[in-house]
Structures are given as C-alpha cells and as structure tokens.
C-alpha cells in the first residue's frame, strides 16, 4: 500500500470519529433541556373535595389557574357586580376634620375661647386740650380694670385711671402773686417766702365704659370705647421746707423738702371715649398688647375767688387726652 493510501485512509477514520461526537453531544445537550423544562412545569395538585378534607375546593379556569371557592357565590357575584362609578354620597368617607379655636359652651368663655372676665393694666402719658392748658400741663397716667365680654364683640369694662399733671410756669407765678399779697408768716412771725412755689394735679377717675370690637384678626385687633363716672380732681401746692433728721450713728443733719402748703379738691361726673388697637402674639392667646387713646372731659363747677379759695382754676372743667398702652388678659 502506498503512502498516499495510507493517509487518506487515516483521514477517513478521523472525520467519522468527530462527526459521530458531535452526533453525541447534540443529543445529549437536547435530553437536558428537556428535563430542566420538565423540572419547571407547574405541578397542580388533584382536586380533594372539601368534604374529605379541611383544603378550600379549587375551582379551575379556562387559563388554569386555581382559584380558593371558599368566599362563596354570593360574595364573588358582589364583587364582579361591584361598579365604582356608582357609588353614592351616602357611602363616601366623611370630610376631614378642620381643627381650629376650640368651640366653648361654659359661662367662663365664648364660642370663641375668649374669656368673659378680662383685665388690664397700662400706663402712658396725658395732655390737656382747650381752656386746661392754663392750669394743667403734660403729666403721666396709671390704668387698671376689671371687664365682662357679653361676647367676642361687645364688652363693660369697669376701670381706674390716674391721671398726674404738672403746672405751667405762668400759673405758679400768678399764684405766688396771689400768695404774697396775702403777706402770710410762720408763727414765729416770719413772712413767708413763695420764690420756690411748686405743685402739682391728678385726676382719678371711677368709670364703666362700653367696649365694641370693630375689628379681629389673627393678630390685629381694634376696637371703640366710651364711658363716664366719678371723677376727683386734687391741686396742691408746695413750698421748700427745711427739716431736721437725727440717725443713731451718724446724728441729726437738716435737709430740704417740699411740703404741701395749699390743697383744693373737687368732684364731678365725667365722660370719655376713643379708639385703640391690640395685638397677640399667637391666635389663641388670650394676652393682647393694646394702645388708645382717649378724650376726657370732666364737668367741674366753677367757683369764685374768696379767702379759703385762693386757686379758684381747680373747679374748672377740665379736658386731657390720655394715650395709654398696656396688657389685657
């Protein structure tokens, strides 16, 4: 056999061996997909009737799915005839709860939390108006009172005010003319010096006064007020005095003072009103800052210059605006 024999006979040889391993190993690569899909085929369970065991019946669908008939047939025919668009108002949740100032029905507060018994406090200053610039001049003011809110709009406040002025210059000095032609002495005989005349007025007041809320916001409020009561009008007048005090360690030394040397009174009925404003810091505070302003007129009696009457202008009328901020609560 010649060599060109030799190797086609080897080649054939070879080329069978590799076709029939091939053969070899697509068959077995199509047995393993056939048992891996075999493995993931879904498993259902034969049907167990319920009366034979405490399983819920499957009932099969067309696509073959199980589905539990455990509901019952009332309940699934329900629920396939359940239409959402038919629902009516009857059946829709309530509406959510707006929470807000709670709602009070007690004789201490109104329907809107406030408080039907409030009080005040403030200060500020007053000035005279009119004809009383010649006998009062700017002075300072203390208020205090005690209310009823009928309601959040409508209230009585009862109050006090105090009312301080000083004198004008013009007025001390016609008073010290008036004083020295009088040619008053001490009782040791001594005529008295009125070179350091001085003095002052207050006015303090009893009023109830009517309050309105025009205006409530969360935070701003305004608000009108009138009144009238007892009014006590008082002006004295001092002089320098020079007086002797005695300590137990350091002994007795003199030291000057004033001291009253002439007083007047007088009372009358009053009437006031005006404007103000309030302020809290939070809606449901009951605290509130506020700021008026008022016009006073007090309706003295004139009296008539005598020998007990040396200051007749304390029995005039008197008109002041007081402007005073404070606390209500």
């Keep these: ?48 009737s319920s009366a034979s065991t405490s399983l819920p019946a499957l009932n099969l669908t067309e696509d073959g799915i199980a589905y539990s008939s455990s509901t019952g047939s009332n309940e699934l025919a329900s629920a396939e005839n359940y239409n959402l668009g038919a629902a009516t108002d009857s059946a829709q ?4 709860r707006r929470y807000g100032h709670p709602n009070y029905s007690d004789r ?47 209230g009585v406040v009862f109050q006090f005010d105090f009312d301080h002025f000083a004198l004008p210059g013009k007025l001390l000095a016609s008073q010290q003319a008036v004083y020295n032609a009088q040619n008053f002495v001490y009782s040791d005989g001594t005529t008295v010096d009125f070179s350091g005349l001085d003095g002052g007025a207050h006015i303090w007041s009893i009023t109830l006064n ?18 009238g009561g007892f009014y006590h009008k008082v002006t004295n007048f001092t002089l320098p005095q020079t007086g002797e005090y005695c300590d137990p360690y350091y002994g007795c030394y003199e030291y000057q003072a004033n001291q009253t040397f002439d007083l007047y009174t007088s009372n009358s009925a009053g ?59």
């Design 93 to 96: 949740p309530p509406p959510r």
């Design 210 to 227: 009517p309050t309105y809320n025009f205006y409530q916001g969360d935070s701003m409020g305004a608000y009108a007020v009138v009144g």
């Design 1 to 48: 056999m010649t060599m060109k024999q030799i190797f086609t006979a080897h080649a054939c040889r070879v080329a069978a061996l590799s076709l029939f391993a091939t053969a070899g190993s697509v068959a077995m690569h199509a047995q393993q997909n056939i048992i891996t899909a075999e493995l993931h085929q879904p498993v259902l369970f034969p049907l167990v």
């Design 271 to 329: 009437v006031n009103g005006g404007v103000g404003i309030t302020y809290k810091f939070s809606r449901f505070a009951n605290e509130r800052f506020y700021a008026e302003a008022r016009v006073v007129h007090t309706f003295n009696t004139a009296k008539a210059a005598s020998t007990t009457n040396f200051f007749p202008g304390n029995s005039a009328t008197s008109t002041y605006i007081p402007v005073t901020v404070g606390l209500r609560f």
């Design 108 to 154: 201490m507060h109104n329907s809107d939390g406030s408080n039907k018994i409030s009080f005040m406090a403030g200060g500020g200053f007053t000035t005279p108006v009119g004809d009383s610039t010649n006998f009062l001049k700017l002075g300072y003011k203390l208020q205090g009172g005690v209310g009823y809110n009928v309601n959040k709009k409508f």
